[in-house]
């Protein structure tokens, strides 16, 4: 198994190098670890084999959590376990680590097979999560935690002042099943309706029913987000909620 400056040569390792260390903000010491990062799995099946990101990953992943976990801490002094909970599952839900690849261009840096790039993969919402994981655990193992901790402040911890306040934590779709059942009325089911876009862009749209009648209809990014819509567009209509 080469290591990946041996398998892309000296020219392209410092320009993968220098791309990704401008992406985060950082000038790499470990250039092996950095290219270790954009190095997709299906290298792997090629004739010349190079080490992947996939440990990167794993490491990366807990590093954003713990980061996650302790700003919520400071963040909220006064919140419950439960609350910060569910600040943290929004936060690093369905999604948020694809934008934050995104937004850094990291996705664009990422080195695979001709097959792979052929097949999509490059677009997929966890490919996407998987390289800025990764990234994220090589930049901890050259930095330490506070080169990570600059990057989320960039691309990740705005967002709890978008999920900050006690909206975020509204359980729609289990206020809308102590509704029903309040009044004699099976839980709410829910079906896809609708789904639009692009693989790497779905929008779905479900609806929420109970005993065959639909009571709301919601849009999302995944189906957990139109379904938690559709029980608030229920609770809506049904007036008498109690919210």
């Not at 695979?112 to 655990?137: K, P, Y």
């Not at 639009?196 to 065959?212: K, Q, T, W, Y």
Request: hydrophobic share 35%.
């Amino acid at each position: 198994m080469k290591r990946p400056s041996e398998f892309y040569g000296p020219e392209k390792s410092a320009e993968l190098v220098a791309a990704l260390g401008e992406a985060l903000g950082w000038r790499f010491s470990d250039a092996e670890t950095a290219l270790r990062a954009l190095s997709h799995r299906s290298l792997c099946s090629g004739g010349g084999k190079v080490l992947d990101n996939e440990r990167l990953e794993f490491l990366g992943d807990a590093v954003v959590n713990f980061l996650v976990v302790s700003e919520l801490y400071r963040r909220y002094p006064d919140d419950s376990e439960g609350k910060l909970s569910a600040l943290k599952s929004k936060l690093v839900g369905t999604g948020a680590f694809a934008r934050c690849s995104a937004e850094l261009g990291l996705p664009a840096l990422l080195q695979m097979s001709r097959e792979a790039e052929q097949s999509g993969t490059r677009g997929r919402d966890n490919i996407r999560e998987d390289v800025f994981e990764a990234a994220m655990g090589a930049l901890y193992l050259d930095g330490g935690p506070e080169p990570v901790r600059r990057v989320l402040e960039r691309v990740l911890f705005p967002r709890f002042e978008e999920w900050g306040g006690d909206a975020a934590l509204e359980n729609w779709k289990g206020d809308l099943n102590e509704w029903l059942q309040g009044r004699g009325k099976p839980a709410a089911e829910y079906r896809e309706a609708e789904r639009s876009g692009p693989d790497h862009e779905l929008r779905f749209v479900m609806e929420a029913l109970s005993e065959g009648e639909v009571l709301g209809r919601g849009e999302g990014r995944n189906k957990l987000e139109a379904e938690r819509n559709a029980a608030r567009d229920a609770l809506s209509k049904l007036g008498d909620a109690g919210r």
